[in-house]
């Protein structure tokens, strides 16, 4: 029997079958897995036979399944901008978190605690937007003027310098504004406390910046090939990249406003995807909606087991494995500094 070749239909038929397998059990045990754990008969039984007066109910209904949801949504979320900051400036070490933009979302939280107090969800995602906007134009015109600024491990050390003064700022104004305890527990990155109310507030924004992604693929695929490859083929290079970042700020402004910075699955999820599937965006950009679900449920769930019961950050699980996988990239691309 022939082995289906990479990017084939038969083997993204199977990797997709694959990972949805892998997510429908990770959803399964991120619910049954806590302080209290829950037995998989008494969940089915939660969803099918609602008894308000039991408490495995509530806690299933009220607060596991909200916070798998969440979680899964923020994972794709922030694998997808990883996908398309890739594609879009041809840095395979492009990532929400490599590249400031989670500084920057922060920055905007942090603006909206502080004269915004009673802001909605949604206004609170605007925040978010504004400042992930901020750290986008800030990051590409620093880069752009530096000769070699697409290079990708000088795009990265802007980033990270972009990171840090972003992080000060919001510091700063945490302690000058006495809202040091509220940031400190958003900068933790984590879905843990996430409310059903927050998960449908959360969802509209992933669904509209995952359509836009899945609706730019194709176009995507051809500007990762080039630029002057990509207009030959009749691509519109601009409007491409224009569309690109709305999902990236969307994606990522919607969750960093509820999850805080879970670093690093931008930028491992996408390699992972494109070894098995190959670099057709087509492809990429749905497994990475399944992958980076997987990815961070995985994580809020180990969260749970490290110290419990108490909860270690998500995103200092995820770093575990984004920190190696970013200094072998940084190795790998050193050379074109």
Known sequence: MKIPEKGSGVRLLLVVLLFLALLFGAFVLSICVG???????????????????????????TLRVPRAVVAAAVGSSLAVSGSLMQASTRNPMASPSVLGINAGAGLGLALAMIFVPAATFNETVLFSFLGAAAATILIFGIASACRAG??????????????????AFSQALAMFFNISQELTFWNAGGVSG???????????????????ALLMARSVSLLSLGEEVAVGLGGKTRYIKFMASLAVLILTGSSVAIAGPISFVGLVVPHGVKAVVGADYQKVIPCSILAGALLVVLADILSRMVNPPFETPTGAITALVGVPFFVYLARRKGSRV
């Open 35 to 61: 302080t209290k754990n829950i037995t998989f008969p008494v969940l089915l039984d939660s969803f099918f036979s609602y008894d308000p007066t039991n408490s495995s109910h509530i806690i299933i209904q």
């Open 150 to 167: 697409s290079s990708p491990v000088r795009l990265a050390l802007v980033g990270t310098a972009i990171t840090s003064l972003f992080n």
């Open 194 to 212: 996430v409310r059903p109310e927050q998960a449908r507030m959360l969802l509209p924004w992933t669904g509209l910046g995952l359509l836009i």
